[in-house]
């Protein structure tokens, strides 16, 4: 997600990619530490919901690797 923020074509992205790289490196740290992630899976979600970017190829990109991450943690 990191190499997404600095490919962005697009500055009014950024901030927005910046929640989301936090919000992701929260959850990540949370697994690392055996600590329960399930509420902030649902807050991510969330934070998904209701932003967007501008630069709708790295939505998508973006996107697709958090759901590819949440099946993961499903398997």
């Given at each position: 997600?990191?190499?997404?923020?600095?490919?962005?074509?697009r500055a009014e992205d950024r901030s927005t990619l910046?929640?989301?790289l936090a919000d992701s490196a929260k959850i990540l740290a949370k697994?690392?530490?055996g600590i329960s992630i399930e509420k902030d899976i649902d807050s991510?979600?969330?934070?998904?919901?209701?932003?967007?970017?501008?630069?709708?190829n790295?939505?998508?990109v973006l996107y697709?690797?958090?759901?590819?991450f949440k099946e993961t943690l499903q398997n």
């Open positions: 997600m990191a190499i997404s923020i600095f490919d962005s074509h910046n929640l989301y697994i690392e530490l991510h979600e969330r934070l998904w919901g209701h932003t967007w970017l501008i630069d709708k790295s939505h998508n697709k690797k958090w759901v590819d």
